[in-house]
């Protein structure tokens, strides 16, 4: 179970195609013309990987085909060096392409504090040489 972003759903010249039911076939009949246009929409909810080995204890987040990564970049004052912790709370989907989990971050020797952990797709992460982690403590 997870997060998703709307529902899965087939748009036909931007018109919702009734009778789409998510994992089956969907079966359009029609006189198809020169520009008509399909779009598919899938729901991709938020599912976590439990970890092993190096990584246990551990958890990653993925949506479809992304891996996710907390990146602290996305995160206003977390720095380079900080330690990230996840709490097992249901994340939150704000965007396409961002989800949002709460936590715990220390740093500078300092006590961990409440924070929202900003997670990004895995291929944008550290995108300005920041620190970012696939794998977060629970």
């Not at 899938?42 to 599912?47: L, N, Q, S």
């Amino acid at each position: 179970a997870g997060s998703a972003i709307g529902a899965t759903r087939v748009l036909l010249n931007g018109r919702a195609v009734r009778g789409v039911r998510a994992g089956r076939y969907l079966e359009v009949r029609r006189a198809w013309r020169k520009g008509d246009e399909v779009r598919l929409h899938f729901a991709m909810p938020v599912r976590t990987i439990e970890g092993a080995g190096d990584h246990d204890g551990e958890r990653a987040f993925v949506s479809g085909p992304l891996a996710f990564a907390a990146d602290v970049a996305a995160m206003p004052g977390v720095t380079n060096n900080a330690r990230l912790v996840a709490h097992r709370t249901a994340p939150a989907r704000t965007g396409p392409h961002r989800i949002e989990l709460a936590g715990e971050v220390a740093s500078g020797g300092r006590p961990f504090r409440a924070a929202r952990l900003a997670l990004v797709p895995f291929f944008e992460a550290g995108v300005d040489e920041g620190r970012y982690d696939v794998w977060l403590p629970l």
